[in-house]
């Protein structure tokens, strides 16, 4: 039986841990040829070995070091971009370093990845671009003004990004996950308890999922589901769409 992505080449971002890895290992199940994109060394070699697909070690928020990748001259039918990062602090003592380097990973990233692979999507007339957003991207929390603009941003990029493409074969959609069980959400859950003073697992309850009618930390594999879904058979005419996967979080 032929699999969903035989012959294809997925680039995925972020995919030393957490949902990128869940999405690249998801996609390579399919068979996909998947290119793992990290700046985790380790993380990604292991990755890239475990699904028989390609480790590139590169700091996505380097401009210099996206166009060394070259991509603009391989054929890449599917780039999901998955990479960010947190910090966590109120609007006036929010280092400018910081703020500019969840900018530089999770937005201008994307962007010039997707200018570098969708000369060659339009080009064989068929491309899928998924960006993992988040709830963030519809709703805001205090003390993350770097996290939720990027994400607004990934959500507008990506729109634009279906309208230039829809008569070239190419979508573009977001993912849009509440919190997940990741190194990421663990990261946030500690800075949470230090600043509430407040043990962990009444971050969980009383600060993550306050809004969320559904209890409980979506698993990576849930958002790979979707990505899958989205570049899978049958989505010719889903695009500029944004898919949330938050719990009821956005219903509330």
């Given at each position: 039986m032929r699999n969903h992505f035989d012959n294809l080449t997925a680039v995925v971002t972020g995919a030393a841990s957490g949902?990128?890895?869940a999405i690249a290992t998801r996609l390579a199940a399919e068979g996909a040829y998947v290119v793992v994109v990290d700046v985790d060394l380790d993380g990604t070699r292991a990755v890239a070995a475990d699904i028989g697909g390609e480790a590139l070690v590169v700091d996505l928020?380097?401009?210099a070091a996206i166009e060394a990748l070259e991509l603009s001259r391989r054929r890449v039918d599917i780039l999901v971009n998955c990479a960010g990062v947190q910090h966590v602090a109120p609007v006036e003592q929010f280092d400018w370093a910081r703020f500019e380097q969840v900018h530089r990973l999770m937005l201008h990233a994307p962007f010039l990845?997707?200018?570098?692979v969708l000369p060659g999507m339009y080009e064989r007339g068929w491309g899928r671009l998924v960006h993992v957003s988040s709830v963030h991207g519809h709703?805001?929390?205090s003390f993350k003004a770097a996290y939720v603009s990027a994400k607004h941003g990934i959500e507008g990029l990506s729109k634009v990004i279906a309208l230039e493409g829809a008569a070239k074969g190419v979508t573009s959609n977001t993912v849009c996950p509440g919190y997940v069980r990741t190194p990421l959400v663990d990261g946030q859950i500690a800075?949470?308890?230090k600043h509430h003073q407040v043990p962990a697992e009444e971050v969980v309850r009383d600060v993550l999922l306050t809004?969320?009618?559904v209890k409980r930390l979506i698993l990576p594999d849930e958002v790979a589901n979707l990505v899958a879904f989205l570049c899978g058979p049958g989505t010719?005419?889903?695009t500029g769409a944004?898919?949330?996967l938050d719990g009821g979080w956005a219903a509330t």
């Open positions: 949902i990128g890895r928020c380097d401009p990845l997707a200018k570098a709703r805001a929390s800075d949470q308890a809004r969320t009618p010719a005419s889903i944004s898919y949330l």
